[in-house]
Protein backbone atom coordinates (compact mmCIF):
# COMPACT_ATOMS: atom_id res chain seq x y z
CA UNK A 1 0.00 0.00 0.00
CA UNK A 2 1.45 3.42 -0.97
CA UNK A 3 -0.27 6.79 -1.55
CA UNK A 4 1.01 10.34 -2.32
CA UNK A 5 3.20 11.01 0.36
CA UNK A 6 4.31 14.43 1.95
CA UNK A 7 6.98 13.72 5.18
CA UNK A 8 5.81 13.41 8.54
CA UNK A 9 7.67 15.61 11.19
CA UNK A 10 6.32 15.55 14.79
CA UNK A 11 4.94 19.03 15.64
CA UNK A 12 3.85 20.72 18.46
CA UNK A 13 0.94 22.28 16.47
CA UNK A 14 -0.31 18.88 15.75
CA UNK A 15 0.36 17.45 19.14
CA UNK A 16 -0.30 20.31 22.02
CA UNK A 17 -1.76 22.90 19.72
CA UNK A 18 -4.53 19.79 18.63
CA UNK A 19 -4.94 18.88 22.34
CA UNK A 20 -5.61 22.34 23.59
CA UNK A 21 -8.31 22.49 20.48
CA UNK A 22 -9.76 19.28 21.66
CA UNK A 23 -10.14 20.48 25.41
CA UNK A 24 -11.83 24.09 24.49
CA UNK A 25 -13.03 23.24 21.13
CA UNK A 26 -14.67 20.08 21.38
CA UNK A 27 -18.17 20.37 19.19
CA UNK A 28 -15.51 21.93 16.14
CA UNK A 29 -13.41 18.42 16.38
CA UNK A 30 -14.08 14.66 15.70
CA UNK A 31 -11.95 12.06 17.62
CA UNK A 32 -11.46 7.77 16.54
CA UNK A 33 -11.11 4.93 18.98
CA UNK A 34 -7.94 1.91 19.12
CA UNK A 35 -9.36 -1.14 20.19
CA UNK A 36 -6.39 -3.18 21.08
CA UNK A 37 -6.88 -6.71 20.01
CA UNK A 38 -3.69 -8.29 21.87
CA UNK A 39 -3.05 -7.91 25.48
CA UNK A 40 0.22 -6.00 26.60
CA UNK A 41 1.56 -4.11 29.85
CA UNK A 42 -0.04 -0.99 28.81
CA UNK A 43 -2.85 -2.07 27.09
CA UNK A 44 -5.67 -4.84 27.99
CA UNK A 45 -7.55 -7.01 25.29
CA UNK A 46 -10.42 -5.20 24.25
CA UNK A 47 -9.59 -2.06 25.53
CA UNK A 48 -10.72 1.42 23.59
CA UNK A 49 -7.57 4.25 23.75
CA UNK A 50 -9.70 7.50 22.92
CA UNK A 51 -7.35 9.76 20.38
CA UNK A 52 -8.48 13.59 20.69
CA UNK A 53 -5.54 14.59 19.08
CA UNK A 54 -3.79 15.12 15.58
CA UNK A 55 -0.80 12.93 15.55
CA UNK A 56 0.28 10.04 17.67
CA UNK A 57 2.95 7.52 17.46
CA UNK A 58 3.14 3.93 17.75
CA UNK A 59 6.39 1.56 19.08
CA UNK A 60 8.23 1.08 22.19
CA UNK A 61 9.83 4.60 22.92
CA UNK A 62 8.15 5.94 26.30
CA UNK A 63 7.33 8.88 24.33
CA UNK A 64 4.82 7.30 21.85
CA UNK A 65 1.37 8.07 22.78
CA UNK A 66 0.23 4.21 22.06
CA UNK A 67 2.93 2.26 23.46
CA UNK A 68 4.01 -1.52 23.75
CA UNK A 69 6.43 -3.34 26.00
CA UNK A 70 10.00 -4.63 25.31
CA UNK A 71 8.08 -8.35 24.91
CA UNK A 72 7.01 -7.08 21.27
CA UNK A 73 10.57 -7.65 19.73
CA UNK A 74 9.65 -6.87 16.64
CA UNK A 75 8.09 -3.39 17.00
CA UNK A 76 10.49 -0.85 16.55
CA UNK A 77 10.75 2.44 19.10
CA UNK A 78 9.17 4.66 16.69
CA UNK A 79 7.31 2.34 14.80
CA UNK A 80 4.28 4.13 12.76
CA UNK A 81 1.91 7.03 13.46
CA UNK A 82 -1.33 8.11 12.48
CA UNK A 83 -2.18 11.50 11.50
CA UNK A 84 -4.93 14.02 10.48
CA UNK A 85 -5.18 15.35 7.09
CA UNK A 86 -8.21 17.36 6.41
CA UNK A 87 -11.19 15.12 7.46
CA UNK A 88 -9.43 12.29 7.55
CA UNK A 89 -6.53 9.84 9.21
CA UNK A 90 -3.91 8.23 8.19
CA UNK A 91 -1.76 5.51 8.75
CA UNK A 92 2.14 6.37 8.19
CA UNK A 93 5.35 3.62 8.30
CA UNK A 94 8.35 4.87 10.60
CA UNK A 95 10.20 2.07 11.23
CA UNK A 96 13.01 0.91 8.19
CA UNK A 97 13.05 -2.60 9.67
CA UNK A 98 9.88 -3.51 10.68
CA UNK A 99 6.65 -3.76 8.46
CA UNK A 100 3.52 -2.20 9.06
CA UNK A 101 0.31 -4.10 8.21
CA UNK A 102 -3.34 -2.49 7.19
CA UNK A 103 -6.02 -5.37 6.38
CA UNK A 104 -2.95 -8.01 6.27
CA UNK A 105 -1.72 -5.49 3.55
CA UNK A 106 1.91 -4.09 4.26
CA UNK A 107 2.08 -0.06 3.96
CA UNK A 108 5.16 0.98 2.01
CA UNK A 109 4.83 4.76 3.07
CA UNK A 110 1.16 5.90 3.95
CA UNK A 111 -2.68 4.88 3.61
CA UNK A 112 -5.80 6.64 4.30
CA UNK A 113 -7.26 4.48 6.79
CA UNK A 114 -11.75 3.77 7.11
CA UNK A 115 -13.87 2.79 9.63
CA UNK A 116 -13.33 -0.99 11.21
CA UNK A 117 -9.58 -1.07 9.39
CA UNK A 118 -7.14 -3.04 11.34
CA UNK A 119 -4.00 -1.89 11.81
CA UNK A 120 -0.74 -4.39 12.56
CA UNK A 121 2.46 -3.77 13.73
CA UNK A 122 4.87 -6.42 12.27
CA UNK A 123 4.21 -9.82 11.26
CA UNK A 124 2.96 -11.56 14.71
CA UNK A 125 2.89 -7.99 16.28
CA UNK A 126 -0.02 -6.18 18.04
CA UNK A 127 -3.07 -5.78 16.06
CA UNK A 128 -5.61 -2.89 16.45
CA UNK A 129 -8.79 -2.11 15.23
CA UNK A 130 -9.45 1.79 14.04
CA UNK A 131 -12.93 2.54 15.31
CA UNK A 132 -14.47 6.39 14.07
CA UNK A 133 -18.04 6.69 16.13
CA UNK A 134 -20.79 7.52 14.56
CA UNK A 135 -22.75 10.88 15.08
CA UNK A 136 -22.69 13.73 17.54
CA UNK A 137 -20.79 10.66 19.25
CA UNK A 138 -17.65 10.99 16.83
CA UNK A 139 -17.46 14.41 18.43
CA UNK A 140 -14.81 14.92 20.83
CA UNK A 141 -17.40 17.15 22.88
CA UNK A 142 -18.84 14.03 23.84
CA UNK A 143 -15.97 13.68 25.92
CA UNK A 144 -16.09 14.74 29.58
CA UNK A 145 -13.50 17.69 30.24
CA UNK A 146 -11.93 15.82 33.31
CA UNK A 147 -11.73 12.76 31.28
CA UNK A 148 -10.26 15.32 27.93
CA UNK A 149 -7.41 16.51 30.63
CA UNK A 150 -6.16 13.29 30.87
CA UNK A 151 -6.00 12.17 27.60
CA UNK A 152 -4.59 15.51 27.12
CA UNK A 153 -2.05 14.78 29.43
CA UNK A 154 -1.50 11.49 27.81
CA UNK A 155 -0.90 12.64 24.35
CA UNK A 156 -0.34 16.21 23.90
CA UNK A 157 2.14 16.26 26.40
CA UNK A 158 3.84 12.52 26.42
CA UNK A 159 6.44 13.85 23.82
CA UNK A 160 7.10 16.87 25.44
CA UNK A 161 6.99 15.97 29.32
CA UNK A 162 10.15 18.90 30.44
CA UNK A 163 8.11 21.27 28.10
CA UNK A 164 5.29 24.24 27.95
CA UNK A 165 5.32 25.37 31.41
CA UNK A 166 3.31 28.42 30.39
CA UNK A 167 0.56 25.94 28.70
CA UNK A 168 -0.09 23.99 32.79
CA UNK A 169 -0.38 27.65 34.08
CA UNK A 170 -2.81 28.65 31.53
CA UNK A 171 -4.69 25.50 31.69
CA UNK A 172 -5.25 26.08 35.49
CA UNK A 173 -6.06 30.09 35.02
CA UNK A 174 -8.94 29.18 32.34
CA UNK A 175 -9.96 26.32 34.70
CA UNK A 176 -10.51 28.44 37.44
CA UNK A 177 -12.04 31.12 35.23
CA UNK A 178 -14.80 29.27 34.51
CA UNK A 179 -16.45 29.75 37.82
CA UNK A 180 -17.40 33.43 36.67
CA UNK A 181 -18.23 32.29 33.47
CA UNK A 182 -21.58 33.88 32.08
CA UNK A 183 -22.97 33.87 28.63
CA UNK A 184 -22.15 37.42 27.82
CA UNK A 185 -18.68 36.80 28.59
CA UNK A 186 -18.46 33.50 26.06
CA UNK A 187 -17.15 34.96 23.67
CA UNK A 188 -14.14 36.90 25.25
CA UNK A 189 -13.59 33.58 27.09
CA UNK A 190 -13.24 31.45 23.30
CA UNK A 191 -10.89 34.31 21.99
CA UNK A 192 -8.52 34.00 24.94
CA UNK A 193 -8.37 30.60 24.30
CA UNK A 194 -7.58 31.09 20.75
CA UNK A 195 -4.51 33.67 21.85
CA UNK A 196 -3.36 30.68 24.38
CA UNK A 197 -3.39 28.35 21.34
CA UNK A 198 -1.43 30.69 19.22
CA UNK A 199 1.20 31.17 21.73
CA UNK A 200 1.59 27.07 21.88
CA UNK A 201 4.74 26.82 18.94
CA UNK A 202 6.74 29.60 20.97
CA UNK A 203 6.72 28.06 24.28
CA UNK A 204 9.53 25.73 25.49
CA UNK A 205 10.96 25.35 29.00
CA UNK A 206 11.43 23.19 31.64
CA UNK A 207 8.28 22.36 33.83
CA UNK A 208 9.12 19.43 36.74
CA UNK A 209 5.44 20.50 38.13
CA UNK A 210 3.79 19.84 35.01
CA UNK A 211 1.79 16.66 36.07
CA UNK A 212 1.07 18.40 39.77
CA UNK A 213 -0.26 21.17 37.72
CA UNK A 214 -2.44 19.40 35.65
CA UNK A 215 -3.68 17.57 38.57
CA UNK A 216 -4.46 21.24 40.16
CA UNK A 217 -6.30 21.63 36.88
CA UNK A 218 -8.50 18.46 36.91
CA UNK A 219 -9.85 19.09 40.63
CA UNK A 220 -10.51 22.48 39.28
CA UNK A 221 -12.53 21.31 36.46
CA UNK A 222 -14.40 18.82 39.24
CA UNK A 223 -15.46 21.93 40.94
CA UNK A 224 -17.17 23.39 38.20
CA UNK A 225 -18.60 20.65 37.13
CA UNK A 226 -21.83 21.83 39.41
CA UNK A 227 -21.68 25.16 37.59
CA UNK A 228 -21.75 23.93 34.22
CA UNK A 229 -25.08 22.59 34.58
CA UNK A 230 -26.60 25.79 34.96
CA UNK A 231 -25.70 26.33 31.39
CA UNK A 232 -27.62 23.34 29.91
CA UNK A 233 -29.17 25.45 27.10
CA UNK A 234 -25.65 26.59 26.07
CA UNK A 235 -23.71 23.63 27.08
CA UNK A 236 -24.64 19.70 26.08
CA UNK A 237 -24.22 17.58 28.96
CA UNK A 238 -23.21 14.34 28.14
CA UNK A 239 -25.68 11.66 29.99
CA UNK A 240 -23.33 9.62 32.59
CA UNK A 241 -26.21 6.36 31.35
CA UNK A 242 -26.53 3.94 34.17
CA UNK A 243 -23.83 1.57 33.48
CA UNK A 244 -23.31 1.99 36.89
CA UNK A 245 -26.97 -0.25 37.95
CA UNK A 246 -25.68 -3.03 34.93
CA UNK A 247 -25.27 -5.35 37.51
CA UNK A 248 -28.52 -4.70 39.57
CA UNK A 249 -29.95 -5.10 35.83
CA UNK A 250 -28.52 -8.83 35.12
CA UNK A 251 -29.37 -10.13 38.48
CA UNK A 252 -33.09 -9.43 37.76
CA UNK A 253 -32.91 -11.96 34.67
CA UNK A 254 -30.20 -14.20 35.98
CA UNK A 255 -32.77 -16.84 36.78
CA UNK A 256 -33.90 -16.93 33.10
CA UNK A 257 -30.81 -17.71 31.56
CA UNK A 258 -30.68 -21.80 31.64
CA UNK A 259 -27.80 -24.09 31.22
CA UNK A 260 -28.78 -26.07 28.32
CA UNK A 261 -27.26 -29.93 27.80
CA UNK A 262 -28.58 -32.73 26.05
CA UNK A 263 -29.77 -35.74 28.14
CA UNK A 264 -30.14 -38.44 25.66
CA UNK A 265 -29.89 -38.86 21.98
CA UNK A 266 -31.66 -41.23 19.94
CA UNK A 267 -32.52 -42.81 16.74
CA UNK A 268 -36.63 -43.77 15.68
CA UNK A 269 -38.70 -45.05 13.20
CA UNK A 270 -41.28 -43.70 15.73
CA UNK A 271 -41.89 -46.99 16.61
CA UNK A 272 -38.62 -48.41 18.02
CA UNK A 273 -35.71 -46.42 19.54
CA UNK A 274 -32.03 -46.70 19.98
CA UNK A 275 -29.84 -44.49 21.98
CA UNK A 276 -26.76 -43.66 21.55
CA UNK A 277 -24.66 -43.46 24.44
CA UNK A 278 -22.11 -40.94 25.17
CA UNK A 279 -23.13 -38.47 22.71
CA UNK A 280 -24.34 -34.80 23.42
CA UNK A 281 -23.18 -31.11 24.03
CA UNK A 282 -24.30 -27.98 25.96
CA UNK A 283 -24.75 -24.57 25.78
CA UNK A 284 -27.07 -21.86 26.86
CA UNK A 285 -30.53 -20.84 26.51
CA UNK A 286 -32.86 -18.01 27.71
CA UNK A 287 -36.18 -17.43 28.54
CA UNK A 288 -38.40 -14.41 27.86
CA UNK A 289 -41.66 -12.51 28.91
CA UNK A 290 -43.87 -13.86 26.01
CA UNK A 291 -42.82 -17.31 26.97
CA UNK A 292 -40.58 -18.09 24.52
CA UNK A 293 -37.80 -20.29 25.39
CA UNK A 294 -35.00 -19.20 23.03
CA UNK A 295 -31.47 -20.51 21.74
CA UNK A 296 -29.10 -21.16 18.77
CA UNK A 297 -29.89 -23.56 16.26
CA UNK A 298 -26.40 -24.84 16.38
CA UNK A 299 -27.36 -26.22 19.98
CA UNK A 300 -30.58 -28.25 19.03
CA UNK A 301 -29.69 -30.04 15.90
CA UNK A 302 -25.91 -30.32 17.14
CA UNK A 303 -25.49 -34.08 15.57
CA UNK A 304 -26.44 -31.46 11.81
CA UNK A 305 -23.98 -28.53 12.67
CA UNK A 306 -20.13 -30.46 14.03
CA UNK A 307 -18.22 -27.46 13.12
CA UNK A 308 -20.29 -25.72 16.15
CA UNK A 309 -19.36 -28.72 18.52
CA UNK A 310 -21.79 -31.46 17.60
CA UNK A 311 -19.11 -33.69 16.12
CA UNK A 312 -18.20 -37.05 18.17
CA UNK A 313 -14.82 -37.10 19.89
CA UNK A 314 -13.11 -39.34 21.90
CA UNK A 315 -13.20 -43.16 22.14
CA UNK A 316 -16.56 -43.69 21.02
CA UNK A 317 -16.39 -41.53 18.17
CA UNK A 318 -16.21 -44.53 15.98
CA UNK A 319 -19.15 -46.38 17.32
CA UNK A 320 -21.47 -43.06 17.54
CA UNK A 321 -21.10 -42.40 14.03
CA UNK A 322 -22.85 -45.43 12.77
CA UNK A 323 -26.22 -44.65 14.74
CA UNK A 324 -25.69 -41.23 13.31
CA UNK A 325 -25.35 -42.35 9.73
CA UNK A 326 -28.44 -44.57 9.79
CA UNK A 327 -30.63 -42.21 11.53
CA UNK A 328 -29.67 -39.61 8.72
CA UNK A 329 -30.11 -41.92 5.79
CA UNK A 330 -32.58 -44.43 6.66
CA UNK A 331 -36.08 -43.37 5.34
CA UNK A 332 -38.24 -43.06 7.89
CA UNK A 333 -35.90 -42.87 10.48
CA UNK A 334 -34.63 -39.60 12.23
CA UNK A 335 -32.71 -38.41 15.52
CA UNK A 336 -33.94 -36.47 18.14
CA UNK A 337 -32.09 -34.87 21.43
CA UNK A 338 -33.86 -34.79 24.40
CA UNK A 339 -32.33 -31.62 26.61
CA UNK A 340 -32.97 -30.04 30.07
CA UNK A 341 -32.59 -26.69 30.56
CA UNK A 342 -31.73 -25.54 34.20
CA UNK A 343 -31.62 -21.96 36.19
CA UNK A 344 -31.38 -21.37 39.33
CA UNK A 345 -34.40 -22.01 40.64
CA UNK A 346 -35.82 -23.47 36.90
CA UNK A 347 -36.15 -26.57 35.28
CA UNK A 348 -37.52 -27.30 31.96
CA UNK A 349 -37.19 -30.42 29.56
CA UNK A 350 -38.20 -31.18 25.76
CA UNK A 351 -37.28 -32.21 22.53
CA UNK A 352 -35.03 -31.04 19.52
CA UNK A 353 -38.39 -31.63 18.01
CA UNK A 354 -40.47 -29.45 19.67
CA UNK A 355 -38.62 -26.25 18.20
CA UNK A 356 -39.23 -23.62 15.73
CA UNK A 357 -36.22 -23.53 13.63
CA UNK A 358 -35.15 -22.39 9.75
CA UNK A 359 -33.53 -24.42 7.93
CA UNK A 360 -33.85 -22.67 4.45
CA UNK A 361 -29.80 -21.56 4.46
CA UNK A 362 -28.54 -24.79 5.17
CA UNK A 363 -26.38 -26.56 2.54
CA UNK A 364 -24.79 -29.63 2.73
CA UNK A 365 -20.76 -30.45 4.13
CA UNK A 366 -19.58 -34.20 3.53
CA UNK A 367 -17.29 -34.70 6.20
CA UNK A 368 -17.52 -39.02 5.99
CA UNK A 369 -18.66 -41.94 3.68
CA UNK A 370 -21.90 -42.04 3.61
CA UNK A 371 -22.77 -39.24 6.18
CA UNK A 372 -23.71 -36.05 5.13
CA UNK A 373 -23.54 -32.66 7.73
CA UNK A 374 -24.89 -29.32 7.17
CA UNK A 375 -23.56 -25.61 7.98
CA UNK A 376 -25.30 -22.42 7.66
CA UNK A 377 -24.51 -19.73 4.26
CA UNK A 378 -25.60 -17.64 6.89
CA UNK A 379 -25.69 -17.17 10.40
CA UNK A 380 -28.72 -15.06 10.58
CA UNK A 381 -30.68 -18.44 11.10
CA UNK A 382 -28.86 -19.99 14.19
CA UNK A 383 -31.84 -19.11 16.39
CA UNK A 384 -34.62 -21.72 17.57
CA UNK A 385 -37.42 -21.05 20.04
CA UNK A 386 -40.25 -23.14 21.51
CA UNK A 387 -43.45 -21.86 23.70
CA UNK A 388 -43.59 -22.74 26.81
CA UNK A 389 -46.25 -22.51 29.83
CA UNK A 390 -44.04 -19.79 31.58
CA UNK A 391 -43.02 -16.40 31.44
CA UNK A 392 -39.75 -15.42 32.24
CA UNK A 393 -38.17 -11.13 33.10
CA UNK A 394 -36.04 -11.03 29.38
CA UNK A 395 -37.15 -8.59 27.50
CA UNK A 396 -36.50 -8.85 23.72
CA UNK A 397 -36.78 -5.84 21.18
CA UNK A 398 -36.41 -6.59 17.56
CA UNK A 399 -36.26 -3.27 16.57
CA UNK A 400 -33.47 -2.30 18.67
CA UNK A 401 -31.73 -4.89 17.39
CA UNK A 402 -31.94 -3.91 14.06
CA UNK A 403 -30.63 -0.57 14.52
CA UNK A 404 -27.37 -0.84 16.94
CA UNK A 405 -25.27 2.04 16.94
CA UNK A 406 -21.21 1.28 16.00
CA UNK A 407 -19.27 0.54 19.41
CA UNK A 408 -22.44 0.04 21.45
CA UNK A 409 -21.47 -2.22 24.37
CA UNK A 410 -23.08 -5.44 24.53
CA UNK A 411 -23.68 -7.74 27.51
CA UNK A 412 -23.78 -11.75 27.51
CA UNK A 413 -24.71 -14.08 30.21
CA UNK A 414 -24.29 -17.44 29.91
CA UNK A 415 -22.34 -20.86 30.80
CA UNK A 416 -19.11 -20.85 28.92
CA UNK A 417 -17.54 -24.21 29.30
CA UNK A 418 -19.98 -25.12 31.58
CA UNK A 419 -18.53 -23.08 34.13
CA UNK A 420 -21.25 -21.88 36.53
CA UNK A 421 -23.84 -25.01 36.17
CA UNK A 422 -21.27 -27.95 37.95
CA UNK A 423 -23.31 -27.62 41.56
CA UNK A 424 -26.61 -28.70 40.66
CA UNK A 425 -27.90 -26.81 43.52
CA UNK A 426 -25.82 -23.53 42.72
CA UNK A 427 -26.39 -22.27 39.17
CA UNK A 428 -24.19 -19.55 38.54
CA UNK A 429 -24.07 -17.66 34.75
CA UNK A 430 -20.58 -15.61 33.94
CA UNK A 431 -20.89 -12.53 32.40
CA UNK A 432 -19.56 -11.77 28.82
CA UNK A 433 -19.01 -8.87 26.66
CA UNK A 434 -18.36 -7.33 23.36
CA UNK A 435 -18.78 -4.54 21.16
CA UNK A 436 -20.95 -3.81 18.13
CA UNK A 437 -18.83 -3.18 15.41
CA UNK A 438 -20.86 -1.44 12.48
CA UNK A 439 -24.01 0.26 12.09
CA UNK A 440 -27.25 -1.92 12.56
CA UNK A 441 -26.92 -5.58 11.00
CA UNK A 442 -25.12 -6.85 8.29
CA UNK A 443 -27.05 -9.30 6.41
CA UNK A 444 -29.16 -9.91 9.55
CA UNK A 445 -26.15 -10.71 11.73
CA UNK A 446 -24.44 -8.06 14.86
CA UNK A 447 -21.10 -7.81 13.81
CA UNK A 448 -19.22 -7.90 16.93
CA UNK A 449 -15.52 -7.02 18.27
CA UNK A 450 -13.53 -6.60 21.44
CA UNK A 451 -14.98 -10.43 22.29
CA UNK A 452 -14.48 -12.00 25.69
CA UNK A 453 -17.31 -15.33 25.75
CA UNK A 454 -16.35 -18.29 25.14
CA UNK A 455 -17.79 -21.83 23.76
CA UNK A 456 -20.79 -22.98 26.14
CA UNK A 457 -22.46 -19.14 25.94
CA UNK A 458 -23.61 -19.85 21.91
CA UNK A 459 -27.51 -19.64 22.47
CA UNK A 460 -27.06 -17.64 25.48
CA UNK A 461 -29.02 -13.84 24.95
CA UNK A 462 -27.30 -10.65 24.33
CA UNK A 463 -28.39 -7.63 25.97
CA UNK A 464 -28.35 -3.78 25.05
CA UNK A 465 -29.11 -0.93 27.81
CA UNK A 466 -31.00 1.22 26.22
CA UNK A 467 -31.11 4.62 28.74
CA UNK A 468 -31.47 1.78 31.68
CA UNK A 469 -33.78 -0.79 30.14
CA UNK A 470 -32.35 -4.15 29.74
CA UNK A 471 -33.72 -5.15 25.93
CA UNK A 472 -32.27 -8.70 24.90
CA UNK A 473 -31.27 -8.06 21.14
CA UNK A 474 -29.21 -11.02 20.04
CA UNK A 475 -28.42 -15.01 20.53
CA UNK A 476 -24.76 -15.54 20.87
CA UNK A 477 -23.81 -17.61 17.73
CA UNK A 478 -19.89 -17.97 16.48
CA UNK A 479 -16.52 -16.39 17.20
CA UNK A 480 -13.91 -15.32 14.52
CA UNK A 481 -10.63 -15.04 15.66
CA UNK A 482 -9.55 -14.15 18.98
CA UNK A 483 -11.88 -11.14 19.82
CA UNK A 484 -14.51 -11.53 16.75
CA UNK A 485 -17.31 -12.80 16.02
CA UNK A 486 -21.33 -12.52 15.03
CA UNK A 487 -24.39 -13.04 16.72
CA UNK A 488 -27.81 -13.76 15.47
CA UNK A 489 -30.29 -10.52 15.87
CA UNK A 490 -32.99 -11.34 17.85
CA UNK A 491 -35.41 -9.47 14.41
CA UNK A 492 -34.89 -12.72 13.01
CA UNK A 493 -37.41 -15.06 14.77
CA UNK A 494 -40.16 -15.95 12.99
Keep these: MDSKTVQYKRTLRGSVGAGVSALFNGNGRRYYILEHKSASKYHKAGESQKIIIDQVELGRDSNCQVRFDETFQTVSRRHAAIIKDGDRWKLVQLSKTNSTFLNGRPVENEW ?60 VLVVAGLSTWNIKMQKDFYEKI ?91 GFLTTDGRFITAKHCINGWLFPRSGGMPSGENAEKIIPYLVAGMNTPGWKIIAHFEARSKSKVLRFKSTDFVMDHSSEHNWNVAENLVWREET ?80 SGGPVFYNDNGK ?14 NGGLCSISNLK
Design 378 to 457: SMSADWAYIRTGQKGNIVVDASKASSLPIGADLHILGFPHGWGAIDTYNFNCLYGSCKNSRNGLDEGIIRVSARNYESGN
Design 470 to 483: LKAVGIVSYGQGDH
Design 194 to 284: AEAGQTIDSIIGKNAELDSLLAVAQREQARQDSLIKRYRDQVKVISKGSNANLSAMLSKVEDDVFFLRTTRVIVTDGKDEIEIDGYGWYGT
Design 112 to 171: YLENGDEIQLSVGGPRMGFIVPAGKQSLVSSIKMTERLDLFRKQALRPYKTAIACLACIL
